[in-house]
């Protein structure tokens, strides 16, 4: 340490620590890379020059979000490695719902004191989040704030851009009466609902390295699963196929992620169901006595994202999805809308309680 930067420790904030982190980075961050990049880490901004080559009117879309108190399951189980993906997938997963490529994410770290393995743990995951979304970590801030957050405590946003060409931007305007919905596959809960789930947590009494119910998993393997990220299956199956609407299914689950994509004229009749559901929200509903609807409010149920297909295309689409690694299933059927009626209409099957 040299003596410019001893009065700034003696306040709880270590500069040099910081200036190894970055160091240290600069070959996992490189990885992350593409043909776009123009600037190395390090710099005050990143340069990014995007290829419009195939576009005849380019459009940028911009999305960006945090990973909620999912952190804190992090903090108490002591694992660190997934919860960057997680960060990707919120703002890529979003700017997909309007077929955009993404071509780069920044991230910021605040935490309470600098742990420089731990902070290379929790990027690692931010790496891998953009290598499966394809696009660059362009670059980022990790701001130690020792009176603002205790030694361990952290918080993470992020911030992506991609771009979609004008004519080929997703919006629901092609919705049409009889088109298939499309879900496919959650890996997990992903990053909503935390506030319940570790209340749930708390309740079951479980403990982080026993075996989850219903799984051959761990609780914090469950628990901890990283948000699926669709760019690449979705964005291979749009070069070929008409996709009309699209959604995200985050916070608000069904009822609140469906409609935002919806026209006013047309009604989303679910078949609760048709899909498959993962032990954890069985477990989820068990646990905190909480009826179906009140799941589908709150989470995704195992169904992270929805496509809005024609009748024609669904087979095809679920196909070529597998083929990509994506199960994917026919959930439901767009009809007319009714009055008033909310948009997402979820028929139970007399079982389902």
């Given at each position: ?16 620590a910081?200036?190894?982190f ?10 992350t ?60 997963n ?61 918080d ?12 080929k ?37 479980l ?23 669709y ?112 948009q997402?209409q979820?028929?139970?099957?007399a079982?389902?309680?």
């Amino acid at each position: 340490m040299n003596d410019r930067s001893s009065a700034y420790k003696a306040a709880g904030v270590d500069i040099d620590a910081a200036n190894d982190f970055v160091r240290g980075i600069k070959a996992m961050v490189g990885s992350t890379f593409t043909k776009g990049v123009v600037t190395e880490i390090g710099g005050f901004g990143g340069l990014f020059k995007p290829d419009l080559s195939s576009m005849e009117e380019p459009v940028l879309v911009a999305s960006t979000d945090g990973v909620g108190t999912k952190l804190l399951l992090t903090v108490a189980f002591g694992r660190y490695d997934t919860i960057g993906i997680d960060l990707v997938a919120m703002s890529v997963n979003d700017i997909l719902v309007q077929g955009a490529r993404p071509l780069f994410f920044l991230d910021y770290l605040a935490i309470g004191k600098v742990d420089v393995e731990r902070l290379k743990v929790i990027l690692s995951g931010v790496v891998e989040g953009c290598r499966q979304a394809g696009c660059a970590l362009l670059g980022g801030e990790t701001a130690e704030m020792p009176d603002l957050y205790a030694p361990d405590e952290y918080d993470m946003s992020g911030f992506c851009v991609g771009l979609v060409d004008n004519s080929k931007i997703v919006e629901g305007a092609g919705v049409a009466m009889g088109d298939a919905v499309i879900g496919l596959a959650a890996s997990g809960i992903h990053s909503n609902g935390y506030s319940l789930v570790r209340k749930l947590f708390e309740k079951s009494g479980l403990k982080a390295d026993e075996q989850f119910p219903g799984s051959d998993k761990s609780v914090a393997e469950v628990l901890l699963a990283p948000t699926a990220i669709y760019v690449q299956p979705v964005l291979t199956i749009m070069r070929t196929m008409q996709v009309k609407a699209m959604a995200h299914i985050t916070g608000g689950g069904f009822y609140d992620n469906i409609p935002r994509v919806l026209p006013q004229s047309v009604t989303c009749d679910i078949e609760f169901g048709s899909w498959p559901m993962l032990p954890v929200f069985d477990w989820l509903k068990s646990t905190g006595e909480l009826t179906w609807p009140e799941m589908l409010q709150i989470f995704n149920c195992s169904i992270g994202f929805v496509l809005v297909v024609d009748q024609k295309s669904k087979a095809d689409v679920i196909d070529r999805l597998a083929g990509h690694g994506v199960k994917a299933y026919e959930i439901g059927t767009i009809r007319q809308r009714k009055g008033d009626e909310e948009q997402v209409q979820v028929r139970f099957p007399a079982s389902a309680s």
